[in-house]
């Protein structure tokens, strides 16, 4: 699957996914309106508006980039209906040629990261039959835990040829807090970045790794020392756009082939229609074309990052 | 929701909480065959097996104990169908009168924190009405994105008067290899420690806050020190029996009131009738007489730990 993102980004060029974390208040009224008279003001309703404004965007913009990351948050928050439209937006988005990076930040104890394995990258047996519950291409994954949390996901990487990002610097502004700490003089999240490389050594695609590495771009030092550190890490960069994090930015998480890192934007292109310059020119009816006219001013904003 | 786990103990002199952490092995053949006739060997057959199996435990030994920590990894590897599971598992504990203890170690940047904490322990908003789709008592947190990942959690808590238990010192074999490296001649779960502490301080219960900590049993010395540094902090111990730890080393989790732990068993409890002394007993059969023996055991052994 890593092969795979490379050869689409390069295919593209266009080293970004888009996030699909629909807030219900991302939703255009009127799509909200003819959710809840068709099923209520319910989880099911709900879960429907979201349903729509995502395959809308993703209808809108798949033949642009090579991945989306939906935030099983944003659905896991509607309950059951809410994870079906995440299971079927996965489902949905595949269908259409898309690299699925479920963002679910999964981490645990061996024997339960086995479980979160099966039910997100792998298969679950019941009796003689097996099932890919979620089925995602890539999971986001918590290393707090250490190895023993994380090896069940290379496990199963390496059986389904699918990865994992794992966090090492994350995008929000109090991820300092533990992260940079220093041990024996160097951050924690030099530690972490460096059990990601040697993870994901043992999980090698052709020129990038199963196992990568969730840098936020907020960050742009700690990316540069990170790159340097995990050569052969493909790094999924949060952050950029609503968070704070410019195109300028981003040069040192690529790789001198103008790989290894992919950016994310999620708020930036979903809700552009929200948004100057998108919100005159396509209006709430149009956010499908927004998101549009927004991914290819992100990868025209990326240009002047890669060599 | 702390006071009343604080009160519970003290009824039942049982600081015990049962893991629901239902592999499908561990559910009886019979139990498998049932459902497998009814739904088929799917992932709404595997299921309903666990649904049976969980409901024959609780109700074996809802009045023995305060408390169930469900782990949804079990529920989420079956899909939809699982995380229904997972949901009238939530549900039927509580109508039991037991408290609901979570095992989602979710966390994420604030925004996406407060998806989570609205799913499993708030209300979600939709038009003008508002449902609270997983409604667990407590949860389980993940630290590593540090103060803006938890604070979510801490403003619902407050709301509803629930809590969390954020990872501090987990039992895994490996969690020593982030969690014990030194800072400043301290190990970070210490450094978590204080901060749990911190984030405590401003949602108080009685005697104890509404946000506690996971230490897990397997090590005891680290867990002497944590009780010092977090005298009004909950601690939630897994690791207990399967694991490796013992109650003899339980004693320093506790505070001189008796309270301030309580001591997770999953496997050994719902599992019981799998191994002796009580696989001859009471058989597959009789795996919720089993699972309550256990319990009664359990707490048994704890007696030497609590002064």
């Known amino acids: 699957m890593i092969n795979r993102l490379t050869e689409r980004i390069q295919k593209l060029e266009a080293p970004v996914v888009v996030g699909l974390d629909p807030m219900l208040s991302y939703v255009p009224e009127s799509l909200q309106r003819a959710a809840f008279d068709a099923y209520g003001e319910t989880l099911e309703g709900a879960a429907e508006a979201i349903w729509q404004f995502n395959k809308t965007i993703v209808d809108a913009v798949y033949d642009l980039i090579p991945a989306v990351k939906p935030q099983v948050a944003m659905y896991e928050q509607f309950g059951l209906p809410g994870m079906e439209v995440y299971r079927r937006t996965v489902a949905y988005c595949k269908e259409k040629g898309l690299i699925v990076i479920g963002d679910v930040k999964r981490g645990d104890i061996g024997s339960t990261s086995a479980a979160y394995a099966a039910g997100h990258l792998g298969k679950v047996c019941v009796g003689s039959k097996s099932y890919a519950p979620f089925d995602e291409d890539f999971i986001t994954v918590n290393p707090y835990l250490g190895s023993d949390g994380i090896r069940p996901f290379l496990e199963v990487c390496k059986e389904e040829k699918k990865g994992i990002f794992v966090l090492v610097k994350t995008s929000n502004p109090s991820s300092g ?7 024996d003089g160097r951050p924690l999240y030099e530690w972490v970045g460096e059990k990601v490389a040697a993870w ?3 999980c090698m695609g052709d020129s990038y790794s199963y196992v990568g590495a969730v840098v936020g771009a907020t960050y742009p030092e700690m990316g540069k020392i990170l790159r340097r550190l995990m050569p052969h890490t493909f790094i999924l960069v949060p952050g950029y756009g609503a968070q704070g994090g410019k195109a300028a930015d981003l040069a040192p998480y690529f790789n001198e082939d103008g790989l290894g890192a992919i950016v994310n934007s999620s708020r930036g292109i979903i809700a552009a ?3 100057e310059p998108y919100a005159s020119r396509f209006g709430a009816e149009n ?18 990052v890669r060599p």
Chains 1, 2 share one sequence.
Not at 178 to 183: E, N, P, T, V
Not at 289 to 298: E, F, G, I, K, T
């Open 200 to 202: 994901g050594e043992e």
């Open 177 to 183: 807090e533990f992260q940079d700490r220093l041990i």
């Open 287 to 304: 956010f499908g074309d927004a998101s549009r006219q927004a991914v290819l001013d992100m990868i025209e904003d990326l240009k002047c």
């Open 273 to 275: 229609y929200r948004k």
